[in-house]
């Protein structure tokens, strides 16, 4: 599972740290390396450019101390460094700051006070130049049964697979979301505790409400009962997404074969837009009365997508038919793996845990490989070589 990496260092004169680094390299959605270090080996060492936080304990020696806080900050100025203390107060807390250092937390700090900052740490560092991409990615079709779910799912894992981003997957199908079934988890929140919250979205809120999956994806389930979904209007979702979206570097969404004042919102956004169609009469006709149905509403975004999945007998409604249909380019294809996507479902798992090497589970990486562009740098091994099996007309990114 690849999580978001933090390495850390602690600096003490004989303080034993064995309980802040044991919670801190179990924080949950981080993988925290810690060194613990003297004073005097945390400034003679090196690589400290590498290091994204240290914890400095100050109890019984506070000027020092916080001249060691100084020259961290002067020497690594990106470092967030925190001052520990058994007793941390207002006037050290003062001092502290004005030494440099990021904030002073407790000796005994706890698993919410720490993944408070660790949260806000990963958050600043995104915030850099190059630090996030910020996308939301919708996909829908007006019929069911055509793969949105399973390539919503497998989307949002295999960007989280090639780029190592932080990707959030949003359930938006508030009367029928299967996303927790498909993965084979149970959650206790849902968009619906966001929504109650929605003046309050922050990183450390957001991470504890969402589900963090063993892929790295972080999951939104959507509400548990059905008469739940009823409460939930365009607006509310709309400020979901957008909070989502300024703290994950993509927001994968799973929509409803349906248009109401829901699911808009997540096909305004999008960039891109992946409209599922498949490639039999009664989709095609779907498809036409939707197209028609956006063009109207304005809601024709210049980067929607159009795929074709499954295969119906051949002949019988080609790509350049579905083009002329719908007025949009066919983008690309995904092959019907029926075999694949029932392994996968029926034991909770995306379909690369099913078969790594199947059509399906190529082409989706495929699709995740050209939304990501350049930021697909983490390739997995297994696929190099590979996506020339996928050949889209046009390109599906």
Do not use: W
Request: aromatic fraction near 4%.
């Amino acid at each position: 599972m690849k999580r978001d990496s933090i390495r850390a260092v602690t600096a003490s004169r004989g303080h034993d740290d064995s309980a802040l680094r044991s919670v801190l390299e179990s924080l949950p959605g981080f993988d925290v390396e810690v060194c613990a270090n003297s004073y005097e080996d945390l400034l003679a060492r090196g690589g400290l450019e590498e290091v994204q936080a240290a914890f400095v304990y100050l109890d019984g020696i506070e000027d020092e101390g916080l001249k060691l806080v100084g020259r961290l900050m002067a020497s690594q100025p990106d470092l967030a460094v925190f001052v520990v203390s058994e007793k941390p107060g207002t006037n050290l807390v003062v001092s502290s700051i004005r030494a440099g250092a990021v904030d002073v937390v407790a000796a005994d700090a706890g698993t919410a006070d720490l993944l408070k900052h660790m949260v806000r740490l990963v958050e600043v560092r995104r915030k850099r130049p190059g630090g996030g991409c910020h996308k939301l990615v919708t996909v829908f079709s007006p019929r069911g049964g055509v793969g949105v779910t399973t390539l919503a799912i497998n989307l949002a894992v295999s960007l989280k697979q090639q780029t190592g981003a932080r990707v959030a997957l949003v359930d938006l199908d508030l009367q029928n979301g299967e996303v927790p079934a498909f993965l084979n988890f149970r959650h206790p929140y849902s968009i619906l505790d966001l929504v109650e919250n929605v003046d309050n979205l922050d990183p450390v809120f957001l991470q504890a409400t969402l589900y963090q999956h063993s892929s790295g994806v972080a999951v939104l389930p959507a509400p548990p009962m059905l008469e739940d979904s009823e409460s939930l209007s365009g607006s509310d979702v709309a400020a979901v997404l957008k909070a989502l979206k300024a703290q994950y570097d993509y927001v994968v969404v799973d929509t409803p074969p349906v248009l109401n004042d829901v699911v808009l919102p997540a096909l305004e956004a999008a960039e891109p837009l992946y409209l599922l169609t498949g490639n039999t009469i009664p989709a095609v006709r779907a498809l036409q009365r939707v197209c028609g149905t956006l063009k109207r509403v304005g809601l024709m975004p210049d980067n929607m997508k159009l795929l074709v999945t499954g295969a119906a007998a051949a002949g019988e409604v080609t790509d350049d038919d579905i083009a002329d249909v719908s007025r949009l380019p066919v983008s690309g294809s995904l092959p019907a793996d029926p075999a694949v996507a029932a392994n996968a479902l029926s034991r909770g798992r995306s379909v690369f845990a099913a078969d790594e090497d199947s059509k399906l589970a190529v082409a989706m990486h495929a699709i995740a490989a050209r939304l990501a562009g350049p930021a697909a740098v983490v390739q997995p091994p297994q696929r190099r070589g590979l996506f020339s099996r996928f050949t889209p007309a046009g390109g599906a990114s």
